[in-house]
């Protein structure tokens, strides 16, 4: 007979791996050609527009700055039940990303020309 702790191990380990492959991706052309043509990032919004926007950021940023933006978090209704996720305005905006858990930082346009780093959390070995 399993001990109890057996159990409530092998019981987390497969409520964790079905959470982690029930996070489904940002669309893109090939999985919603209806809806994005190639290049588009959003519905319409092409990748370069959302390059464009962010070197405007680092134009606009001071000599040896760093603006950070973090995507929005998730919010609560009560306990464990989340509000539909709505993504941060200004990060959607530079970033056309509606992922949760990642965050930008850009460098001013005197480093480098602005640099854009985007950290999202690890991926699923699975």
Same mark, same amino acid.
Do not use: C
């Given at each position: ?50 390059? *464009?926007?962010?070197?405007? /950021? ?5 000599? @040896?700055?760093?603006? $950070?933006?973090?995507? &929005? +978090? ?14 941060d *305005?200004?990060?959607?905006? /530079?970033?056309?990303?509606n992922?949760? @858990?990642?965050?930008? $930082?850009?460098s001013? &346009? +005197? ?16």
């Amino acid at each position: 007979m399993a001990s109890n702790s057996s159990l409530l191990k092998r019981a987390t380990q497969r409520l964790w791996s079905r959470a982690r492959t029930a996070v489904p991706g940002q669309p893109t052309s090939a999985s919603h050609p209806e809806l994005l043509a190639e290049g588009d990032l959003t519905a319409g919004v092409r990748g370069a527009e959302y390059a *464009a926007r962010r070197q405007r /950021l680092a134009e606009a940023l001071p000599a @040896g700055s760093l603006a $950070i933006i973090p995507a &929005a +978090s998730t919010s609560y209704m009560a306990g464990l039940i989340p509000y539909p996720y709505r993504q941060d *305005a200004d990060f959607r905006y /530079l970033t056309g990303i509606n992922q949760e @858990g990642v965050a930008v $930082i850009e460098s001013s &346009a +005197s480093a480098r020309g602005g640099a854009y780093r985007l950290f999202v959390p690890g991926g699923n070995p699975q």
